[in-house]
């Protein structure tokens, strides 16, 4: 399994990397929504897109939209891991087709719960 993280925090993206490393996947890294799309648009196929709302170039909403444009990509997991924390956000990000939200800060064990949730687990992880 491959996880796309997309944070313009450095930190956050090696929080998250930590945490599917150890359930045995690969990751590839973006700063931006853009620049997460030119990975796709590279031939990327990630299992799963661990995505920040906030970020310079396109925002992580934005990205959401236009992975869901594209036939192609129809396949791949969105989960939002973002401060924002307003329900209409919450609304908006999984109209536009994010699969789940996490709020920030998280708990490993959140966002192991949520893979879980949405069927990305080989098997049951111990806690």
Known sequence: MQALIIDDSRAMRSILRRIVTGLGWTTAEAGDGQEAL???EGGLAPDLCLIDWNMPV???YTFVQRVR????WRD???MMVT????HGQIVR???AGAHEYVIKPFTA????EKLGLLGLLDQEVPA
């Open 38 to 40: 030119d990975l796709l």
């Open 58 to 60: 396109m925002n992580g």
């Open 69 to 72: 444009a594209e036939q192609r």
């Open 76 to 78: 791949v997991t969105l």
């Open 83 to 86: 401060t924002e924390s307003e």
């Open 93 to 95: 990000a999984l109209a």
């Open 109 to 112: 064990e959140a966002i192991v």
